[in-house]
T-cell receptor, first 116, second 116 residues
Framework: AQSVSQHNHHVILSEAASLELGCNYS??????LFWYVQYPGQHLQLLLK??????LVKGIKGFEAEFIKSKFSFNLRKPSVQWSDTAEYFC??????????????FGTGTRLLVSP | GAVVSQHPSRVICKSGTSVKIECRSL??????MFWYRQFPKKSLMLMAT?????????EQGVEKDKFLINHASLTLSTLTVTSAHPEDSSFYIC????????????FGPGTRLTVL
């Protein structure tokens, strides 16, 4: 079965520090990869996505992620975080489910706290 | 664009009653809608996928008679939790997708269900 692992459950950083959140997936077929963010009290929002092409994907708010096929990874990065980046981050892979439909499989999430 | 709403945002009900949650795509037509359940400190778990005009497809382990899904139009899907019990208390989130395959899902703000 497809699965997504996010190794860091909680990350605490100071403002201006660099961020890298790990994401590894388990799926043998063609994948589409996503990072979603959930700010406190808000709904899930798409940060960025990878479907094909350049494996380095740039998203909103200065985030980027790199798809490394050989490592089954799609790590999220930001060179300098801000207090407003405090949120929970979810990695997800779009894969063919056992129902025959495409479905998103989510990681367990990483809670990021940025201290001012 | 791509806004998804859910109603109600919060509901408290007595054990044994049924609760209906609505999910609407406000500015696009959703060929497919998804219902997820999010447990505290855990990831989103897909419950079912529904395509407009057809029966929902449920994930393994999800009781279709307990969680009734109706996707009667391209902008509305409903989830009815029948004969709710305290163990059904959770955060229910819907998402909507405009196209098939790898198109992005847009998420609603979620509904917090508490069953007393």
């Amino acid at each position: 079965a497809q699965s997504v692992s996010q190794h860091n459950h909680h990350v605490i950083l100071s403002e201006a520090a660099s961020l890298e959140l790990g994401c590894n997936y388990s799926y043998g077929g063609t994948v589409n990869l996503f990072w979603y963010v959930q700010y406190p009290g808000q709904h899930l929002q798409l940060l960025l996505k990878y479907f094909s092409g350049d494996p380095l994907v740039k998203g909103i708010k200065g985030f980027e992620a790199e798809f490394i096929k050989s490592k089954f990874s799609f790590n999220l990065r930001k060179p300098s975080v801000q207090w407003s980046d405090t949120a929970e981050y979810f990695c997800a892979v779009n894969a063919l489910g056992n129902t025959g439909f495409q479905k998103l499989v989510f990681g367990t999430g990483t809670r990021l706290l940025v201290s001012p | 664009g791509a806004v998804v709403s859910q109603h109600p945002s919060r509901v408290i009900c007595k054990s044994g009653t049924s609760v209906k949650i609505e999910c609407r795509s406000l500015d696009f037509q959703a060929t497919t809608m998804f219902w997820y359940r999010q447990f505290p400190k855990k990831s989103l778990m897909l419950m079912a996928t529904s395509n407009e005009g057809s029966k929902a497809t449920y994930e393994q382990g999800v009781e279709k008679d307990k969680f009734l899904i109706n996707h009667a139009s391209l902008t509305l899907s409903t989830l009815t939790v029948t004969s709710a019990h305290p163990e059904d208390s959770s955060f229910y989130i819907c998402s909507a997708r405009a196209g098939f395959g790898a198109d992005t899902q847009y998420f609603g703000p979620g509904t917090r269900l508490t069953v007393l």
